[in-house]
Nanobody
Framework: VQLVESGGGLVQPGGSLRLSCQTP????????MGWFRQAPGKEREFVAG????????VYSDSVKGRFTISRVRGASTVYLQMNNLKPEDTAVYYC????????????????WGQGTLVTVSS
């Protein structure tokens, strides 16, 4: 299963980007989905996750208040709106489909996207 991500790019500090992730043939429509990121030389880390119906969203402390994850209930597309971006947000962002319907944990991820690069620099 190939997840298709888009929306990455170069942005100045304080700017915004919106990432999108679409799965084929409604894969993930009944699953929690989320985003992870990996900066150069660092381990992959959780960024945000959302339940299958969009009713429960969880964020890492480093992005809380700046990033918003969303999806249409039961749909197979998830978005990550990133505002007030900082240089430390620079990373490859990966979309993930979890095996559960409620939340996202790295050990339960069933499918990964190929990653999209976000660079925050002046």
């Amino acid at each position: 299963v190939q997840l298709v991500e888009s929306g990455g790019g170069l942005v100045q500090p304080g700017g915004s980007l919106r990432l999108s992730c679409q799965t084929p043939r409604r894969t993930g429509s009944n699953n929690a989905m989320g985003w992870f990121r990996q900066a150069p030389g660092k381990e992959r880390e959780f960024v945000a996750g959302i339940s299958w119906n969009g009713g429960n969203a969880v964020y890492s402390d480093s992005v809380k208040g700046r990033f918003t994850i969303s999806r249409v209930r039961g749909a197979s597309t998830v978005y990550l709106q990133m505002n007030n971006l900082k240089p430390e947000d620079t990373a490859v962002y990966y979309c993930a489909v979890d095996r559960s319907s409620i939340g996202v944990q790295v050990q339960r991820v069933a499918y990964w996207g190929q990653g999209t690069l976000v660079t925050v620099s002046s």
